[in-house]
């Protein structure tokens, strides 16, 4: 288990290439790297009709109906998102899992709920 009691085996195939992919895939404070936590209505505003990717793994498009539509590893996704609390909430055939968004320009780290957990990517 993890440090936040939950099994590294719920994480979606998008997560666990993303933290596989990542160097280092447990990083410092975002905050401590220059990037900014986003509130409700500027995780809106940065997402929706925006595709969030890392240009390898995965690439996301967050429709206005709360769809996200793409791929992950080469397979196609259907997701769900809603934004919950100032967290991006994305729910997936077998969880939700909500990330606090925190950006520095188009570079975006989504923080699994104060975990070491981070999803990088950009917006496009």
């Given at each position: ?19 596989a992919s990542s160097t280092p895939a447990f990083a410092g ?7 900014t936590k986003l509130s409700a209505a500027q995780i809106r ?38 934004i919950v609390k100032d967290t991006l909430c994305i729910t ?33």
């Amino acid at each position: 288990m993890n440090r936040t009691g939950r099994r590294w085996g719920r994480l979606s195939v998008q997560q666990l290439a993303v933290l596989a992919s990542s160097t280092p895939a447990f990083a410092g404070s975002p905050r401590a790297e220059g990037f900014t936590k986003l509130s409700a209505a500027q995780i809106r505003q940065a997402f929706v009709g925006k595709t969030f990717s890392d240009d390898t793994h995965f690439s996301d498009r967050y429709k206005t109906d709360g769809t996200i539509v793409g791929t992950s590893m080469g397979k196609k996704i259907n997701n769900r998102w809603k934004i919950v609390k100032d967290t991006l909430c994305i729910t997936d055939k077998r969880d939700e899992l909500c990330y606090a968004v925190w950006v520095k320009g188009r570079e975006v780290k989504l923080v699994y709920e104060n975990s070491d957990l981070i999803l990088e990517g950009t917006i496009k």
